[in-house]
């Protein structure tokens, strides 16, 4: 059997798998006092406060509830952000590997060190499989050096590899083979996955061509505790004048930004909520958000001219039905109004010249198929 990891900043995603038979997914989401378990149509608040604790409760759940015992479990397969420019595809998680993913950390410092947690909690519980490591950065390797390379001396680049790396590579990558099959191989789409985090890739014939996310994940939208795209004055400015440490700052940009430092809520659900309220910060978190979404999507079509789709995808694409309307204003893409409130497969109008789908993200069934390759 196989067992599909997937740490986010904030959640952990798994799948089982019985040869190529999903068994069962759910997923650990809000890590924290207020954790939910899901399977399903079935939730449950745990206290799980952590990744590590996470993949422990789910080997006792999976245990005493005879899906998979310890034994049966062959194959693991682990979601790792960061893998640098080593790594265009899936790799057996050596010492090596694994050395390579917490050196990459400081570029990932959210999610590399839960990644190798989430590992090093499994090969544990689970010695006699085999582990493997599937890279968010990977789907993006195929950018090309005019659009991936920064405006900064060129042995920067060659001395540290200072490029864009782009990340949420397996989300992207599943939502481009779901729509090559409704709209051809050469096809030009445009990917939102958004949630906690948030990027927007750009894909022509099934391969990534431009995004937002650059050298590490905190660039591009604005996102639940992380800025997104800011002056690189700023940090310099910060530094002077306010004499943060350079930890500091990227405990601010990372965790203390975004929604939560405009509004004090992490959450969308929580933020929309509370707007409905007359909330005037949590009003701009939302405004805000959809015009920087809109904004990278038009950008992005220098990337796609032949553009046939936009797909919505992750937890804000796929029920946040208000952001979704406001984008697709923003770009005078026409929608059907109910539909989108309903999250249908196409919610663009039929007299749309770009159709507009909700995707379910399904980075589970794409770490499936890729660790197949190997």
């Known amino acids: 059997m196989q067992l599909i990891i997937n740490s986010g900043s904030s959640s952990v995603k798994w799948a089982l798998y019985?040869?190529?038979?999903?068994?069962?997914?759910?997923?650990?989401?809000?890590?924290?006092?207020?954790?939910?378990?899901?399977?399903?149509?079935?939730e449950e608040r745990v206290r799980v406060h952590s990744h590590e604790h996470a993949i422990g409760f789910l080997l006792d759940f999976l245990t005493h509830n005879n899906l998979a015992q310890p034994e049966k479990v062959s194959q693991v397969v682990h979601r790792v952000v960061h893998g640098g420019e080593k790594y265009s595809g899936p790799a057996l998680v050596t010492d090596e590997v694994l050395d390579d993913i917490k050196d990459l950390s400081v570029l990932a410092p959210l999610h590399n060190p839960a990644n190798l947690s989430g590992i090093y909690a499994c090969k544990n519980a689970l010695a006699n499989a085999q582990h493997v490591a599937v890279f968010d950065t990977a789907f993006h390797q195929t950018i090309a050096p005019e659009v991936f390379l920064y405006g900064i001396p060129y042995e920067l680049y060659e001395k540290h590899r200072i490029r864009k790396y782009g990340f949420h590579g397996t989300s992207h990558q599943y939502i481009a083979s779901t729509l090559q099959e409704t709209y051809g191989r050469d096809a030009h789409i445009i990917s939102c996955h958004l949630g906690s985090g948030s990027s927007v890739t750009a894909v022509r014939a099934g391969k990534s061509v431009d995004t937002t996310m650059g050298f590490t994940p905190l660039d591009g939208v604005m996102m639940s505790t992380r800025t997104g795209e800011i002056d690189p004055e700023i940090p310099l400015f910060l530094l002077k004048h306010e004499h943060y440490s350079v930890e500091e700052l990227q405990e601010l940009f990372n965790k203390k930004?975004?929604?939560?430092?405009?509004?004090?809520h992490k959450d969308l659900r929580d933020i929309y909520a509370l707007s409905l309220k007359g909330d005037e910060r949590c009003q701009l978190v939302i405004d805000m958000l959809s015009y920087r979404v809109a904004y990278y999507i038009s950008a992005l079509r220098v990337a796609?001219?032949?553009?046939?789709?936009?797909?919505?995808?992750?937890?804000?694409?796929?029920?946040?039905?208000?952001?979704?309307?406001?984008?697709?204003?923003?770009?005078?893409?026409?929608?059907?109004?109910?539909?989108?409130?309903?999250?249908a497969q196409i919610i663009s109008a039929p007299n749309s010249n770009i159709a507009v789908h909700v995707i379910a993200a399904d980075e589970e069934e794409m770490m499936h198929r890729l660790a197949k390759s190997l």
């Not at 930004?257 to 405009?262: A, D, I, N, Q």
């Open 304 to 343: 796609t001219p032949q553009l046939r789709a936009i797909a919505f995808t992750g937890g804000i694409g796929e029920g946040a039905w208000y952001v979704r309307e406001n984008v697709c204003s923003l770009l005078g893409i026409p929608l059907d109004q109910e539909k989108n409130k309903q999250g």
């Open 257 to 264: 930004s975004g929604f939560v430092g405009l509004s004090g």
């Open 18 to 42: 019985d040869k190529d038979t999903l068994v069962l997914k759910g997923m650990f989401d809000r890590l924290g006092p207020d954790c939910v378990f899901r399977i399903k149509e079935r």
